[in-house]
């Protein structure tokens, strides 16, 4: 049997369980872990400037793929605190990532050490396992178990907590033998899956809520398949975007109070039964106005986790099973009733939310300057391909890009849709564009989220992981502001200031040019909405040529109130900007104007 450190132990088992990159900062509690690093080989590190950064990063890129498990690093103390928001943010979004933090010594834990906390009982209600080992020999087991968890049912994130002296403990480790445990997921049976389908027999406008279960299934091609057999209309969740392309004739917009589609929550509206597959009935989605939501419709809850069905109301049946089970099922028995006549025919039901699809749009062609903010994903849309990746986390800027950017991928939407943390876009960013480096990547951000991690852009400079940042600029949290409009206040919510330095940008404040060129990025300043085309354009050879992050930051217009409900009704949408009345109001609709 081999003899090795516990954290060499560690390193060949992250090898075995199919890790290849890290993203971390060490220290001194956790250098036995860096050293084993080092000298196991077979890892790429990516050195972060903030742990915060380095969870964002591994979120980042464990969303990027299927079966990839992002890994982030950290020593004793602050760098376990820093990384509680990425595993909150990963939970909240079923993201399994891999938190390694170093510990005082075993013996002096609990004497109020330097930079000793018990980090197990902090992360503890964001991960499905935190623990502190302390015993050298448990170390393979519990990084055993950790992948396990990690995998099976709700994936989730597990935090290991590895004291130095056990890190340096040398023990009987044979990595040759090594194997993963078997992972576990619920499946639906049969019945439960013809019990289910009944409802959409029965339906006359039913509709599928595909959520992110199934782009964490990789089971999109399955439900595109079930759409198409049963001709029922899609409705994907925020975080289920992309599971079926936004231009198929089955895609009839998303719902909300927020993130939503005017097409998409008149189409739900009229609906009257709903399967919802691996999605949990958030409250953007659905609203704080339940009776609104359900109506008289019927619901069928397909999850994963047996504690989502019923949390938010009860469904008229629930099945516990994993989203690609379940879909594979529902094939099999759709394939079955279609091959005996006995599948109704949907065609005027799809129609007409095609139609819907084709009438209800927003407005995105507005020439004015400073820039208003529909102007800038509309010239998005006809820069950024349908191979892009987008990234975005929180705020007016992910919400008007959720309503009016386009997209036709599983995993080419990556947000953080539960926790939505400020900061989460550059290194999460960078964790995708590590994770698919062939890939076209744009990240989104307004102002305040680019300012809060923005160091993590010399990372990317450091490491030469290119991508393009559109940064919108109003100088205001404007989310916060919009939000304040019921309260009749606009209070600590203006980022407005004349920049000594930068006088020609009046009262935008930041210099976000000179910032980003300062940390090693390049990036162009747009005040016209003419420019933007040729900006973005600019950015992607950029990016190409010098292999760093490019920012094109747009100059908004100080204030605009994106549609939303005020509410939270998803009957009751305020629409504070014209509306699309004429072709040429908006030009990168998924379907041209219908008047």
Same mark, same amino acid.
């Given at each position: 049997?081999?003899?090795?450190?516990?954290?060499?132990?560690?390193?060949?088992?992250?090898?075995?369980?199919?890790?290849?990159?890290?993203?971390?900062?060490?220290?001194?509690?956790?250098?036995?872990?860096?050293?084993?690093?080092?000298?196991?080989?077979?890892?790429?590190?990516?050195?972060?400037?903030?742990?915060?950064?380095?969870?964002?990063?591994?979120?980042?890129?464990?969303?990027?793929?299927?079966?990839?498990?992002?890994?982030?690093?950290?020593?004793?103390?602050?760098?376990?605190?820093?990384?509680?928001?990425?595993?909150?943010?990963?939970?909240?979004?079923?993201?399994?990532?891999?938190?390694?933090?170093?510990?005082?010594?075993?013996?002096?834990?609990?004497?109020?050490?330097?930079?000793?906390?018990?980090?197990?009982?902090?992360?503890?209600?964001?991960?499905?396992?935190?623990?502190?080992?302390?015993?050298?020999?448990?170390?393979?087991?519990?990084?055993?178990?950790?992948?396990?968890?990690?995998?099976?049912?709700?994936?989730?994130?597990?935090?290991?907590?590895?004291?130095?002296?056990?890190?340096?403990?040398?023990?009987?480790?044979?990595?040759?033998?090594?194997?993963?445990?078997?992972?576990?997921?619920?499946?639906?049976?049969?019945?439960?899956?013809?019990?289910?389908?009944?409802?959409?027999?029965?339906?006359?406008?039913?509709?599928?809520?595909?959520?992110?279960?199934?782009?964490?299934?990789?089971?999109?091609?399955?439900?595109?398949?079930? @759409?198409?057999?049963?001709?029922?209309? =899609?409705?994907?969740? $925020?975080?289920?975007? *992309?599971? +079926? /392309? !936004?231009?198929?004739?089955?895609?009839?917009?998303?719902?909300?109070?927020?993130?939503?589609?005017?097409?998409?929550?008149?189409?739900?509206?009229?609906?009257?039964?709903?399967?919802?597959?691996?999605?949990?009935?958030?409250?953007?989605?659905?609203?704080?106005?339940?009776?609104?939501?359900?109506?008289?419709?019927?619901?069928?809850?397909?999850?994963?986790?047996?504690?989502?069905?019923?949390?938010?109301?009860?469904?008229?049946?629930?099945?516990?099973?994993?989203?690609?089970? @379940?879909?594979?099922?529902?094939?099999? =028995?759709?394939?079955? $009733?279609?091959?005996? *006549?006995? +599948? /109704? !025919?949907?065609?005027?039901?799809?129609?007409?939310?095609?139609?819907?699809?084709?009438?209800?749009?927003?407005?995105?062609?507005?020439?004015?300057?400073?820039?208003?903010?529909?102007?800038?994903?509309?010239?998005?849309?006809?820069?950024?391909?349908?191979?892009?990746?987008?990234?975005?986390?929180?705020?007016?800027?992910?919400?008007?890009?959720?309503?009016?950017?386009?997209?036709?991928?599983?995993?080419?939407?990556?947000?953080?849709?539960?926790?939505?943390?400020?900061?989460?876009?550059?290194?999460?960013?960078?964790? =995708?564009?590590?994770?698919?480096?062939?890939?076209?990547?744009?990240?989104?951000?307004?102002?305040?989220?680019?300012?809060?991690?923005?160091?993590?852009?010399?990372?990317?400079?450091?490491?030469?992981?290119?991508?393009?940042?559109?940064?919108?600029?109003?100088?205001?949290?404007?989310?916060?502001?919009?939000?304040?409009?019921?309260?009749?206040?606009?209070?600590?919510?203006?980022?407005?200031?004349?920049?000594?330095?930068?006088?020609?940008?009046?009262?935008?404040?930041?210099?976000?040019?000179?910032?980003?060129?300062?940390?090693?990025?390049?990036?162009?300043?747009?005040?016209?909405?003419?420019?933007?085309?040729?900006?973005?354009?600019?950015?992607?050879?950029?990016?190409?040529?010098?292999?760093?992050?490019?920012?094109?930051?747009?100059?908004?217009?100080?204030?605009?109130?994106?549609?939303?409900?005020?509410?939270?009704?998803?009957?009751?949408?305020?629409?504070?900007?014209?509306?699309?009345?004429?072709?040429?109001?908006?030009?990168?609709?998924?379907?041209?104007?219908?008047?």
């Amino acid at each position: 049997m081999a003899r090795m450190t516990a954290a060499r132990a560690a390193v060949e088992i992250l090898k075995r369980e199919g890790v290849t990159d890290a993203f971390g900062v060490p220290g001194a509690a956790i250098n036995p872990f860096y050293k084993a690093l080092e000298e196991g080989g077979g890892i790429n590190h990516t050195l972060a400037r903030h742990v915060e950064g380095a969870s964002h990063m591994a979120e980042g890129y464990t969303r990027t793929k299927p079966g990839n498990i992002g890994v982030c690093i950290g020593t004793s103390g602050p760098a376990g605190t820093d990384m509680i928001t990425g595993l909150y943010s990963a939970i909240g979004d079923s993201i399994p990532i891999l938190c390694i933090t170093g510990q005082a010594p075993t013996n002096v834990i609990h004497k109020e050490d330097f930079q000793a906390v018990d980090i197990a009982s902090i992360a503890g209600p964001v991960t499905k396992m935190a623990v502190t080992v302390l015993e050298a020999a448990q170390v393979p087991g519990v990084f055993q178990q950790a992948f396990h968890l990690m995998r099976s049912g709700r994936p989730g994130p597990v935090l290991i907590d590895l004291p130095i002296d056990v890190q340096l403990t040398e023990i009987e480790f044979d990595p040759e033998t090594y194997e993963p445990l078997p992972v576990y997921k619920p499946a639906a049976t049969r019945a439960q899956i013809e019990k289910a389908i009944s409802f959409l027999l029965a339906a006359e406008r039913p509709v599928i809520v595909a959520g992110g279960g199934i782009i964490g299934a990789d089971a999109s091609d399955l439900l595109v398949e079930f @759409a198409e057999l049963t001709q029922t209309p =899609v409705i994907p969740t $925020l975080m289920g975007w *992309g599971a +079926l /392309p !936004d231009d198929h004739e089955l895609n009839a917009g998303m719902v909300g109070v927020q993130t939503s589609h005017r097409y998409g929550n008149a189409n739900f509206l009229e609906s009257d039964v709903v399967l919802g597959i691996g999605n949990r009935w958030a409250n953007r989605h659905t609203g704080y106005k339940l009776d609104v939501y359900r109506g008289e419709r019927k619901f069928v809850h397909v999850d994963i986790e047996p504690t989502q069905i019923g949390r938010i109301f009860p469904p008229d049946y629930g099945v516990v099973s994993d989203a690609k089970a @379940a879909l594979e099922l529902f094939i099999e =028995v759709a394939k079955e $009733l279609k091959a005996a *006549g006995k +599948l /109704p !025919d949907r065609s005027d039901w799809v129609a007409s939310t095609q139609e819907r699809k084709a009438t209800l749009l927003r407005r995105t062609h507005f020439d004015n300057v400073p820039v208003k903010p529909q102007r800038v994903y509309e010239e998005m849309n006809k820069a950024f391909g349908p191979d892009t990746r987008y990234v975005t986390t929180i705020g007016l800027s992910q919400i008007a890009g959720a309503q009016m950017l386009h997209v036709y991928k599983p995993r080419h939407w990556i947000n953080c849709g539960q926790a939505g943390p400020l900061g989460w876009t550059i290194p999460a960013a960078i964790g =995708v564009a590590k994770a698919d480096p062939d890939a076209p990547v744009v990240a989104l951000s307004g102002d305040y989220d680019f300012q809060f991690l923005i160091e993590e852009l010399a990372v990317a400079a450091q490491h030469r992981i290119p991508y393009v940042h559109v940064l919108v600029n109003n100088a205001y949290l404007g989310l916060i502001r919009q939000a304040q409009i019921g309260l009749d206040i606009n209070f600590q919510v203006n980022l407005e200031f004349e920049n000594i330095n930068t006088p020609e940008i009046g009262v935008y404040g930041v210099d976000h040019v000179k910032v980003a060129e300062g940390l090693g990025c390049k990036a162009i300043r747009v005040t016209e909405p003419d420019q933007l085309g040729a900006a973005f354009e600019q950015a992607k050879k950029l990016a190409a040529e010098y292999r760093v992050p490019v920012v094109v930051e747009a100059i908004l217009e100080r204030i605009t109130n994106i549609s939303m409900s005020r509410t939270m009704d998803i009957s009751d949408i305020s629409e504070f900007e014209d509306l699309a009345t004429e072709p040429g109001h908006a030009p990168t609709s998924i379907k041209p104007l219908k008047v």
